[in-house]
């Protein structure tokens, strides 16, 4: 089996991490969040992955390499000489989508979820028709375009942009599956999948919804990372509890890679994720964070709703909170305050930031 995953551009609602890194190589939860995606698909019997993108990253391309090899599958980079929207890409890969009868599976690159792909292709192979997206239920409808359809069997009836009354409560989460015979329906020019090819194969009555159950967030840009990760981490405590750390300082959902070195005295949680080579001196307290890999966080400081970027450096007493993001190998001197900073790589900070801007 097959499947494309709409990768895209620059990352940019992710930056300053995307600038040293293409969006899907970046750590969420200890491992690349394509590599979330791409595990899934393995074990739900995909054999060959596409990967959608505009630019191309020698990064990426070696790293798929890598896990080719370990994951015993095909990863191909199908290259968008001009941004082609959501549905352009499929019209792009045709030739490799098309290659046997098999459905195959679509789905964005920034989204987190105990993804359901069996289930789904259970689902899509019941029904009978052309494709099938995955659909998950919001509080706030009016946000979103929403996913009108019959509660038995899925078969969807229409789409409404940001409703203002009540029509649905779910919205597409970004993940599909699909017979071959629907890539006849685009053409090779930027195209929007959900504005210019949904509404007519519902229309057709080839298009049904599949409820997810569980968590779900697109975690393309830091506030919603690290919504995510809390979310992630929970399902973690609730199916593999033994991968979260506990004792003495930990609270909550923790996860720390086996080689990161946590010192005397700290508190550490609910919902952090502490990557490999990390060091977290002693008296530290971390809450609601991820600390990426070779990152130090000095004694005595507080953080709070922030991203520690790679090879970072957080110096002793220093306060930081409300979705401050350091990107790769930013020094934070001592005994300062950072709100809502946005530092960009290889930057030194040495005066406080008390109001949340970008730091160039």
Known sequence: MKALILVGGYGTRLRPLTLSVPKPLVEFCNKAILLHQVEALVKAGVDH?????????????????????????????????????????????????????????????????????????????????????????????????????????????????????????????????????MLSRIQLRPTSIEKEIFPVMAKDGQLHAMELQGFWMDIGQPKDFLTGMCMYL??????????????????????????????????????????????????????????????????????????????SSVGQWVRMENVTVLGEDVIVNDELYLNGANVLPHKSINESVPEPRIIM
Request: charge should be neutral; include cysteine; hydrophobic fraction near 40%.
């Open 49 to 181: 992955v596409i990967l959608a993108v505009s630019y191309m990253s020698e990064l990426l391309e070696r790293e798929m390499r890598v896990q080719e090899q370990r994951l015993g599958i095909r990863i191909s980079l199908s290259h968008e000489r001009e941004p082609l929207g959501t549905a352009g890409p499929l019209a792009l890969a045709r030739e490799l989508l098309n290659i046997d009868e098999e459905p195959f599976f679509v789905l964005n690159s920034d989204v987190i979820c105990d993804f359901p792909f069996r289930d789904l292709l259970e689902f899509h192979r019941n029904h009978g028709k052309e494709g099938t997206i995955v659909v998950t239920r919001v509080e706030e409808p009016s946000k979103y375009g929403v996913v009108v359809f019959e509660p038995d069997g899925g078969k969807i009836h229409r789409f409404v942009e940001k409703p203002q009354v009540f029509v649905s409560n779910k919205i597409n989460a970004g993940m599909y599956v699909f017979n071959t015979s």
């Open 234 to 311: 929970q399902s973690v405590r609730q199916h593999a509890p033994e991968k979260l750390r506990t004792g003495p300082g930990f609270i909550g959902n923790v996860l720390v890679d086996p080689t990161a070195q946590v010192g005397e005295n700290c508190t550490i949680g609910p919902n952090v994720s502490i990557g490999a080579g990390v060091i977290v001196e002693d008296g530290v307290r971390i809450k609601r964070c991820t600390v990426l890999k070779g990152a130090r966080v000095r004694s005595h400081s507080w953080l709070e709703s922030c991203i520690v970027g790679w090879s």
